[in-house]
């Protein structure tokens, strides 16, 4: 955290307009004053009010490979600024995501430059499935559900954490789970060599401006964010005109990926498709998950608007193998050879006709299917729409809804795509 703060002087505060657009809240003010007071570098970016929250800009022209933000380590906010009792942070058993959540609930709500920038809490419920009401996640897609179920368990198991080794500051559970939300959506990971002992998932920090930055598909195109031990940088892959928003990348995610960790999902996401694993794991038997485990044929199985992937092909081969087929039998050696590369696609087909004509049949009940769940849970959305205990989730039902369709403009593109 920085240990030097100042009033800007006159000639700094009109300085500091050109970083600011004309309708950005005040409170984003402070947190640009309170970074260039402590030798952040920003060049030609603007923070600006954009139609999906705050955002950066290009003030002015940008070329390609230019440095435009460059944040110091002192401002970054992570391990080293958890007050643990009586020791230091790098021996205790922590777990980064819930300090830095106990940290930032403690100070809520704050004057404090960095925590007061942080979105309300009304617009991490309304916009992130963990805090949908169950009548909305029920109706989502059934990945998302799982995903939210393992984010609520981590989210108890972390606050009680918090409890166990922040009980010297005071926060409620609402706002924790707030502080929980920013830091899912807005830590960046972070590894300096001397993190070397850290377990990966603890490698993350919160980066005051840096965090403004919001996120596009557009991999070779978007902003690169690195460190070094001096702080870390922004540096442009591509040109820009003045007024252009300019993103980083958060990583290559699908949609629903991008609505349960970030609360929204975008409209064109080449990274985008469907994961049929709570749809085609229920197809397979024990020995089926056994066998695809030993692989390592296990995962996600994903349909995009292209293809299926290969694992997702390999799970439904075997998944047409009938469940009391003794695993000595021919079907299993065949698909065994398949598996260690002993024998060809083409050559398995042949040896397996009615077996590879089941495969696509299955793949398509499957399909189905899922129209069929995008069709009902729709509808079920759209009640809930018209239902006024509902009124305030509004944004969230919408949310749900917009997501069935892209599954089925995927599932549409795809059967073009085979035809
Ligand atoms: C690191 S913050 C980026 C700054 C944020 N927009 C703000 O208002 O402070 C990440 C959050 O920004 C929003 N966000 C980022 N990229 C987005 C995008 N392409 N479309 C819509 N919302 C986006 C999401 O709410 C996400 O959880």
Request: aromatic share 10%; proline share 7%; with cysteine.
């Amino acid at each position: 955290m920085p240990k030097r703060r100042r009033a800007p002087s006159p000639q700094e505060q009109e300085r500091h307009q050109e970083y600011l657009a004309d309708d950005v809240p005040e409170v984003h003010r402070r947190l640009l004053e309170h970074v260039l007071a402590n030798n952040a570098r920003l060049s030609k970016v603007k923070i600006a009010k954009l139609p999906h929250g705050i955002g950066i800009v290009a003030s002015e022209r940008i070329g390609k490979n230019e440095e435009i933000t460059f944040i110091p380590t002192p401002l970054l906010i992570n391990l080293h600024d958890i007050p643990f009792p009586n020791s230091s942070p790098l021996d205790h058993p922590t777990k980064i995501h819930s300090s830095l959540a106990a940290y930032i609930a403690s100070k809520l709500p704050s004057s404090d430059a960095f925590i007061s920038i942080l979105p309300p809490a009304e617009s991490f419920k309304s916009s992130l499935p963990l805090f949908w009401p169950d009548k909305i996640l029920q109706n989502s897609p059934p990945w998302i559900q799982s995903f939210v179920q393992t984010q609520r368990q981590k989210l108890s198991s972390d606050y009680a954490h918090a409890l166990k080794w922040h009980d010297h500051v005071d926060f409620t559970r609402e706002e924790y789970e707030c502080a929980w939300a920013a830091v899912n959506t807005r830590t960046i990971y972070y590894r300096p060599k001397k993190w070397y002992k850290i377990p990966a998932e603890d490698c993350m920090t919160m980066c005051p401006f840096i965090d403004y930055f919001n996120h596009d598909a557009r991999g070779a195109e978007s902003c690169t964010v690195t460190f070094s031990p001096d702080g870390l940088r922004v540096t442009t892959q591509k040109s820009y005109t003045p007024g252009e928003e300019i993103f980083v990348t958060y990583g290559d995610y699908n949609n629903d990926h991008l609505l349960v960790e970030y609360g929204f999902t975008l409209p064109q996401n080449h990274n985008d498709n469907i994961i049929l694993t709570p749809y085609l794991t229920p197809l397979l038997s024990p020995l089926h998950q056994k066998i695809l485990k030993e692989a390592s044929f296990t995962g996600e199985y994903i349909l995009d608007e292209k293809e299926i992937c290969y694992k997702t092909l390999t799970a439904l081969r075997i998944s047409v193998i009938p469940p009391e087929t003794p695993k000595s039998s021919k079907l299993y050696k065949n698909f065994l050879s398949l598996l260690d590369g002993k024998l060809s696609e083409d050559e398995y087909a042949a040896l397996n006709p009615s077996s590879e004509s089941e495969v696509s049949n299955t793949l398509s009940t499957l399909i189905k299917t899922i129209e069929s769940d995008a069709t009902s849970k729709t509808a079920a959305l759209n009640t809930l729409l018209l239902d006024e205990e509902f009124t305030d989730h509004k944004a969230s039902i919408e949310s749900a809804i917009e997501r069935w369709g892209q599954y089925m403009a995927i599932i549409t593109a795809y059967r073009e795509n085979q035809s």
